[in-house]
């Protein structure tokens, strides 16, 4: 899937779950999939839980993150 195509996927429209992106057509939050994933929730049981969900959503938050992140000015302070 290439990256234009998995953005498309997200959704961000302050009238679903205020604002915070979602994958397009459901009110399951991209930062739930990656906090899910990063608490090593397998793939097969994140889609067992939100059965609306497919592979492609899942590699659609994790571009959204990625694109977040190097978008993301981080100003560290001693």
């Given at each position: 899937?290439?990256?234009e195509?998995?953005?498309?996927?997200?959704?961000?429209?302050?009238?679903?779950?205020?604002?915070?992106?979602?994958?397009?057509g459901?009110?399951i939050?991209?930062?739930?999939?990656?906090?899910?994933l990063?608490?090593?929730?397998?793939?097969?049981?994140?889609?067992?839980e939100?059965?609306g969900?497919?592979?492609?959503?899942?590699r659609?938050a994790?571009?959204y993150?990625?694109?977040s992140?190097?978008?993301?000015?981080?100003?560290?302070?001693?």
């Open positions: 899937m290439e990256r195509e998995a953005l498309k996927r997200i959704e961000v429209n302050p009238k679903i779950m205020v604002g915070k992106p979602v994958i397009r459901t009110r939050p991209v930062e739930l999939i990656i906090d899910m990063a608490e090593e929730v397998p793939v097969d049981e994140i889609l067992r939100y059965p969900l497919t592979r492609e959503d899942i659609a994790l571009t993150a990625s694109a992140l190097k978008a993301e000015e981080i100003r560290l302070t001693a």
